[in-house]
């Protein structure tokens, strides 16, 4: 029963508590929270089901640690950007920055937060996802508010549809980006940067 299998927990190693919520985060992305079960994170752990209960209580819990550590981290990195008195173009593209190398360290965290956030954050333990998402929203409109109102971007832009088309462009890069593959987060945020901020086309 459950709270026999909490009473047997013991604490692993950070790096093997890393590798096991490493293995369950890629098994949540693959397959989705509702259909991923204890026993199939431990088959790809290469464990017995039994066996992980040692070291977590339930799925949830595995869940909630894996989602809060991208977050926690991601949001080290935009307070950094926010606090930093830039200006709103620079803003904009220290943010996309940011949000690829949080790609880059956590693609399926990233993968379960776009799938599994909206249902997830109706429970009381998910509920900061939502408080995430609303920091989140502010932060990016209010960077874009801010470059229409100096004059640093176009005074006829729409607002909320241009985060929207930033946000989703940038962070569907989950789903096809690899770590260690041939472009660095910082030259793939470059790259998308050139085209949101500058266009594809030559001025004529």
């Given at each position: 029963?459950?709270?026999?299998?909490k009473?047997?927990?013991?604490?692993?190693?950070p790096?093997?508590?890393?590798?096991?919520?490493?293995t369950?985060?890629?098994?949540?992305?693959?397959?989705?929270?509702?259909?991923?079960?204890?026993?199939?994170?431990?088959?790809?752990?290469?464990?017995l089901?039994?066996?992980?209960?040692?070291?977590?209580?339930s799925?949830?819990?595995?869940?909630?640690?894996?989602l809060?550590?991208?977050?926690?981290?991601?949001?080290?990195?935009?307070?950094?950007?926010?606090?930093?008195?830039?200006?709103?173009?620079?803003?904009?593209?220290?943010?996309?920055?940011?949000?690829?190398?949080?790609?880059?360290?956590?693609?399926?965290?990233?993968?379960?937060?776009?799938?599994?956030?909206?249902?997830?954050?109706?429970?009381?333990?998910?509920?900061?996802?939502?408080?995430?998402?609303?920091?989140?929203?502010?932060?990016?409109?209010?960077?874009?508010?801010?470059?229409?109102?100096?004059?640093?971007?176009?005074?006829?832009?729409?607002?909320?549809l241009?985060?929207?088309?930033?946000?989703?462009?940038?962070?569907?890069?989950?789903?096809?980006?690899?770590?260690?593959?041939?472009?660095s987060?910082?030259?793939?945020?470059?790259?998308?940067?050139?085209?949101?901020?500058?266009?594809?086309?030559?001025?004529?």
């Amino acid at each position: 029963m459950p709270t026999n299998k909490k009473k047997t927990q013991v604490t692993a190693s950070p790096e093997r508590r890393r590798e096991l919520l490493d293995t369950a985060a890629e098994v949540f992305a693959a397959q989705g929270y509702n259909a991923t079960t204890v026993r199939k994170i431990a088959d790809a752990a290469g464990m017995l089901a039994g066996s992980l209960y040692y070291h977590f209580d339930s799925k949830e819990s595995m869940l909630d640690e894996i989602l809060s550590a991208f977050l926690n981290e991601l949001w080290q990195g935009y307070d950094t950007v926010l606090a930093a008195g830039l200006g709103p173009r620079e803003t904009i593209e220290a943010l996309v920055t940011e949000s690829f190398r949080e790609i880059d360290r956590h693609r399926a965290a990233v993968a379960i937060y776009q799938k599994e956030s909206r249902h997830l954050s109706a429970q009381p333990r998910f509920h900061y996802l939502s408080d995430s998402q609303r920091k989140f929203e502010d932060a990016w409109l209010g960077t874009l508010e801010r470059g229409v109102a100096d004059g640093v971007f176009r005074a006829d832009l729409d607002i909320r549809l241009t985060y929207r088309f930033v946000r989703d462009t940038v962070w569907v890069a989950a789903s096809w980006y690899r770590p260690g593959g041939q472009h660095s987060p910082e030259e793939i945020a470059r790259q998308y940067l050139s085209m949101v901020l500058d266009g594809i086309a030559l001025r004529t």
